[in-house]
Nanobody
C-alpha cells in the first residue's frame, strides 16, 4: 500500500506565493520520477513540473521562471514552490510519482488526492 498526501494549497492574491508539499509513504522500495499536475475547472489535467530521481527538472512553458520543483529523497517528499502566482494558476494540484513497491518490486503510478490552489485577482 502506497499513499501520496499533498498539503499547502489555499487562497492567495495574484503575485503571491505558495509552497506545495507531497509526502509518499507505505511499502516503498524506491521512487523514480515525481511530478505535479493540475486541473483547472472545465480543463484537462496538465503536467506542470517533473523531477527525476537524479534531480533533472522540466516545466510547462506557462510556469517557467515562476515555479520550482524539488525533492527530498531521504524523506520521500516532493515540493512545488510557486511564485508570482496568476489567476490562471487556479486549479487542483495533484502529486504523482513512479514508485517501485515492496516486497515484489512492482511499479506503481501513484497519485495524491489533490490540493486546491485559488489565486484571486
Amino acid at each position: 500500500q502506497v499513499q501520496l498526501v499533498e498539503s499547502g494549497g489555499g487562497l492567495v492574491q495574484a503575485g503571491g506565493s505558495l509552497r506545495l508539499s507531497c509526502a509518499a509513504s507505505g511499502s516503498i522500495f524506491s521512487i523514480n520520477a515525481m511530478a505535479w499536475h493540475r486541473q483547472a475547472p472545465g480543463k484537462q489535467r496538465e503536467l506542470v513540473a517533473a523531477i527525476t530521481s537524479g534531480g533533472n527538472t522540466n516545466y510547462v512553458d506557462s510556469v517557467k521562471g515562476r515555479f520550482t520543483i524539488s525533492r527530498d529523497n531521504a524523506k520521500n517528499r516532493v515540493y512545488l514552490q510557486m511564485n508570482s502566482l496568476k489567476p490562471e494558476d487556479t486549479a487542483v494540484y495533484y502529486c504523482n510519482a513512479g514508485i517501485t513497491t515492496l516486497p515484489w518490486h512492482n511499479t506503481l503510478d501513484a497519485w495524491g488526492q489533490g490540493t486546491l490552489v485559488t489565486v484571486s485577482s
